[in-house]
Structure formats: C-alpha cells, structure tokens
C-alpha cells in the first residue's frame, strides 16, 4: 500500500483535523491572551538595537498581509494538513526592527519554552514562506494551534515552524550558528526540508 503523501492531496485540512503536539504543554499565558489579546507582546531582539516589542494589532495593520496555502507536516511523514494561512512576513517585521548585515540566524522562542532557529538568507529567498501568521483558514488561531501568533516555514518540516512554534513570544536575530530545540539537543537538520532526511 502506497503511503498517502501532501502532495496527493490538494484539499483544506478543517483546524478539527489538523494534528497537534504540545512539546512543553500550553503555556500559562495563553488564557490571558484569550481573555485580552492586547496583552500579548512580540519581542524583537538579540541584534536588534534597541528591542522592539511589537502588539497582535501592530502586526496585523501595520504590515502587509499576506495569505499563502502550506504544508504543516511531522518528519515522520504521518501527520500533515494543508492549511491557509494568513500573516505578516516575517522579513518584514525583522527589517523594520532593522537587523544588521552580519545577522546570520533568527531564533523563534514560544511562550512554552520551545525554540527553533532559520537561517536569515533562507527567509530573504523565500520571504512570502515564512509568516508570522494570526489566522489560519480564514479564522484566528485556536489555542492548540498557537493563538495568538505563530511562526511559518514553507517547506519545511513542522519542528522548523517554532512548532510546533505556536505561541510565538520572541525572534532573537544573531550572528552565530544558533540552535535550537531538535537541531541542538537531538542533532536535527538544520534544514529540515520536507521529504528529506533530518537525522
């Protein structure tokens, strides 16, 4: 029996399909941001001189909005959807945080601990793959995928998108080989292209 791959299927993945993984469990900040999402702030840093610290409302006016239908998909090739996404590009955000030519790496951190990092070049080759995405399938984040903000990585497999990088918290530009969760605890590709090897 052949293995059913994204490729096979051009159809919406519905958010009640969509498979999820809590690495760290949900963070506690996430009923506060349902209660009130003016109290979430993005944190640009590292870099970035001085921090800038960016609201959900910041994000979604004061950026172009860009709506772009990916891939979420586990390495083990099991667990996938295809979803609409709709978000600021991340370049974007890091460029009016004004990162310096020497940046080399951007690290996501989610508010439950998790981490990830890509490679500044990568993002400036695809800019329009790589979001800061508030909506999904025309509607906000649901808690269990991120509300209110999560990363994208077109392309790449789900452990590269901050995961699993739901409740994305801050971007931290550096000038070295950051890495984060997979890539240095568990030797990772870096990379993590879709239908490659990562180990």
């Known amino acids: 029996m052949t293995r059913r791959l994204p490729e096979d299927d051009p159809r ?5 399909d969509l498979f999820t993984y809590h690495i760290f469990g949900r963070p506690r900040e996430l009923s506060r941001w349902q209660e009130d999402s003016s109290a979430y702030v993005l ?8 921090p800038v610290r960016l ?7 004061g950026f172009e909005q860009v709506s772009a239908v990916m891939v979420l998909q586990c390495m083990t090739n099991v667990h996938w959807g295809r ?3 709709m978000g600021a590009k991340l370049l974007d955000v ?17 508010a439950d601990g998790y981490d990830t990092d890509l490679l500044i070049e990568g993002i400036r080759q695809r800019p329009e793959g790589f979001l800061l995405a508030h909506t999904m399938n025309g509607g906000p984040l649901t808690p269990d995928h991120g509300f209110p903000l999560r990363a994208t990585a077109d392309g790449k497999y ?7 990088c739901k409740w994305l918290t ?7 080989d950051y ?16 239908g490659q090897p990562v180990i």
């Not at 919406?12 to 009640?16: F, L, W």
């Not at 789900?158 to 699993?164: D, I, L, R, T």
Request: with cysteine; aromatic share 12%.
């Open 12 to 16: 919406i993945t519905s958010v009640s």
């Open 43 to 50: 944190v640009i840093k590292g870099l970035v001189n001085p």
């Open 55 to 61: 609201s959900l409302d910041q994000i979604r006016d």
């Open 83 to 85: 979803i609409a996404f």
């Open 94 to 110: 890091l460029e009016y945080a004004g990162i310096p030519e020497r940046a080399y790496k951007v690290a996501l951190h989610g």
């Open 158 to 164: 789900g452990y590269k998108w901050c995961k699993w």
């Open 170 to 176: 801050a971007l931290e530009v550096v000038d070295y």
């Open 179 to 194: 890495k984060g969760h997979y890539e240095g605890r568990r030797g990772w590709s870096d990379e993590g292209t879709r």
